[in-house]
């Protein structure tokens, strides 16, 4: 014994929540082109789903959970998923990169389907969606095979595969929107130059940073 009361080694149950941007958009439309360049700017955190499954290693605890269900052609189950980026968050808030009432994070490929955002909902508070919207369909499948080749993924490269992709978009992806408040969707043709696409988002960054920031739930409650 050493004279000093020990204390359980605990954490404060308060919730983090961190301030968060969302890249919206069907497959193609450049959120994660978008979200890589606004990573780089000061207090902004760029975090895609995709990059963070794909770096899992394949015969890990997690790569093995993954693998049940990706090689049976199913989906990451949503609980999952959201497990995967608290984890994540927790690795960066260790090494100090990701900072409470210091930093904004940049969604790009999460939240997926309704039940994510409201899994989320205590987790990141989402002040803006930048909702990439691109109409030229061909334009978006073009995209998708330059970065499948560029990638070096190429299943992802078949028609077939990213028919597949878009139609999961419309069907389950873009309803997710319907969970935010209206207000809080920002739509930008995402069928231009991409520096053009990126204008119009820090554009838009610019005039969020200057005007009182509500929750998004706060905000439905008073729009």
Do not use: W
């Not at 359980?8 to 929540?17: G, N, S, V």
């Not at 077939?160 to 319907?178: A, G, Q």
Request: net charge neutral.
């Amino acid at each position: 014994m050493n004279g000093l009361s020990e204390k359980p080694d605990c954490r404060d149950e308060k919730a983090t929540q961190y301030r968060a941007y969302l890249l919206f958009g069907m497959p193609g439309s450049g959120k994660g082109t978008q979200g890589a360049v606004l990573g780089q700017l000061p207090l902004l955190v760029h975090i895609s789903m995709g990059d963070i499954f794909r770096k899992i290693p394949k015969y890990g605890r997690l790569g093995r959970e993954i693998e049940q269900y990706t090689s049976q052609g199913n989906m990451v189950p949503d609980e999952l998923t959201v497990r995967i980026f608290k984890q994540h968050l927790h690795i960066l808030e260790l090494q100090e990169l990701l900072i409470e009432d210091q930093h904004t994070l940049i969604l790009d490929g999460l939240p997926r389907c309704y039940s994510q955002a409201e899994m989320l909902e205590s987790v990141i508070d989402v002040v803006q969606i930048f909702h990439l919207k691109i109409q030229d369909t061909k334009l978006a499948m073009e995209r998708l095979k330059a970065r499948a080749l560029r990638e070096n993924r190429l299943d992802d490269m078949s028609d077939e595969v990213i028919k597949r992709r878009l139609n999961t978009y419309y069907e389950d992806t873009y309803k997710t929107l319907s969970f935010y408040p209206r207000e809080l969707v920002y739509d930008i043709d995402a069928g231009q130059c991409m520096i053009d696409v990126l204008r119009d988002i820090v554009n838009r960054l610019s005039e969020v940073k200057t005007r009182p920031i509500l929750s998004s739930r706060l905000q439905a409650v008073t729009s």
